[in-house]
């Protein structure tokens, strides 16, 4: 038994993170964000701010995502305890969320027939509803005591 557990322990990356919900969900937001990113930095639209704070948004939770992404990985986390994790996550998760919703909203008044920005704001409020997600689950983690497992 200790054999077993030392053998899914060992390693730089912890695999199994990788193949969790909490894995998945933090890649399929980046490349949900990233695609949002990519359909108003390509299509053709004048100047106009509503779209540079779109794309200063998506950029940075596209880069976050990947940052917590990458600590969970590499187990990170677990090595840097001055941080409480599960809040810090919790609270990215909101701010994203509220962030991502606002520049959604206020680019879907904006859109003015262009379709690479209306495909921008569909994404947009995608990745707000999968921050959302997030925000659901790392609060369940957080905050809801989990049911202690008795070991016979």
């Known amino acids: 038994m200790a054999e077993t557990r030392r053998s899914t322990d060992s390693g ?12 998945i969900l933090k890649i399929v937001q980046a490349i949900v964000v990233f695609i949002a990113f990519l359909c108003i930095r390509l299509s ?3 100047d106009i701010s509503t779209f540079r704070y779109f794309e200063v948004v998506t950029i940075w939770f596209l880069i976050m995502a990947l940052v917590f992404y990458t600590i969970y990985l590499t187990r990170l986390h677990l090595k840097i305890t001055c941080i409480h ?4 996550e ?6 994203a969320t509220i962030l991502l919703l606002i520049a959604a909203i206020v680019g879907a008044t904006k ?4 379709a690479g920005l209306a495909a921008g704001v569909f994404f947009g409020f995608a990745s707000a509803v999968l921050y959302g ?3 659901w689950l790392s609060y ?6 989990q ?3 008795v070991s016979v």
């Open 147 to 149: 049911p202690a497992t």
């Open 90 to 95: 919790f609270l990215h998760y909101i701010v």
């Open 133 to 135: 997600i997030g925000t």
């Open 44 to 46: 053709e639209w004048t």
């Open 85 to 88: 994790w599960p809040l810090t």
């Open 12 to 23: 730089f990356l912890d695999l199994s993170y990788a193949k969790s919900f909490s894995g």
């Open 140 to 145: 369940k983690t957080w905050c809801v005591p």
């Open 111 to 114: 859109t003015a027939g262009y």
